[in-house]
Nanobody, 118 residues
Framework: EVQFVESGGGLVQAGGSLRLSCAAS????????AGWFRQAPGKEREGISC????????YYADSVKGRFTISSDNAKNTLYLQMNSLKPEDTAVYYC???????????WGQGTQVTVSS
């Protein structure tokens, strides 16, 4: 069974930084593409960053490009998202999952809440 546990969220002022972590079981980041998704209140979940195994190619949504950095520690089987220059519009619950998760993907974790105050 695949499980993801996200952590590292919190309340931060605009312009601040946070680093999110995602620990996985039943899934290895060095063999599978994975990434970060977020869901803001009243909005659909969106993919914001993905990373491919092996070559480490990355993808960022335009809304976070230049501010967020995805990385992984394969020895710890943990995925990270470094978030800098945070904006109030980054407020959301953040999740990690395979990239792409697939239309019927239902193994979303609890997520971690990020709140950015203005």
């Amino acid at each position: 069974e695949v499980q993801f546990v996200e952590s590292g969220g919190g309340l931060v002022q605009a312009g601040g930084s946070l680093r999110l972590s995602c620990a996985a079981s039943g899934f290895t980041f060095d063999d599978n593409a994975a990434g970060w998704f977020r869901q803001a209140p009243g909005k659909e979940r969106e993919g914001i960053s993905c990373m491919s195994p092996g070559d480490g190619r990355t993808y960022y949504a335009d809304s976070v490009k230049g501010r967020f950095t995805i990385s992984s520690d394969n020895a710890k089987n943990t995925l990270y998202l470094q978030m800098n220059s945070l904006k109030p519009e980054d407020t959301a619950v953040y999740y990690c999952a395979p990239c792409p998760p697939g239309a019927n993907y239902d193994s979303w974790g609890q997520g971690t809440q990020v709140t950015v105050s203005s």
